[in-house]
């Protein structure tokens, strides 16, 4: 729930010139706020895994990409904040990129214990 409200809160709350100047930091030919958009989701996968083990993969999923998406939507509302179609990609990449390393960690371990 905290790691949630904090994404959410990310996604509103005016930072001025914080935001402008990582759009400027390139990192790979990146722009390191891109990076920190996927970084960000990769944890929201294996949490909601974790705090709801019983969930479908595919909901979990779908609702991380959801989040991702709202995430970035909300701010074409928001006259302080830029919604931005390549964030919204890191966003939603950052989240498969959780699921892909969370299910390939549960595959090895259940390979080691047959």
Do not use: C
């Not at 974790?50 to 991380?64: E, K, N, Y």
């Not at 939507?73 to 969370?102: C, K, S, T």
């Amino acid at each position: 729930m905290v790691y949630v409200a904090g994404v959410v809160v990310g996604s509103v709350a005016p930072f001025g010139e914080t935001s402008r100047s990582l759009s400027s930091i390139h990192v790979l030919s990146f722009r390191l706020d891109y990076l920190l958009h996927a970084l960000v989701f990769i944890p929201f996968y294996p949490l909601w895994r974790w705090a709801r083990p019983g969930h479908r993969w595919w909901l979990v999923l779908g609702g991380g990409l959801a989040v991702a998406w709202l995430a970035e939507w909300v701010q074409l509302y928001l006259p302080y904040r830029a919604y931005n179609i390549n964030d919204l990609l890191a966003n939603m990449a950052g989240v498969l990129l959780g699921a892909a390393l969370l299910e390939a960690w549960r595959s090895l371990r259940a390979d080691k214990r047959n």
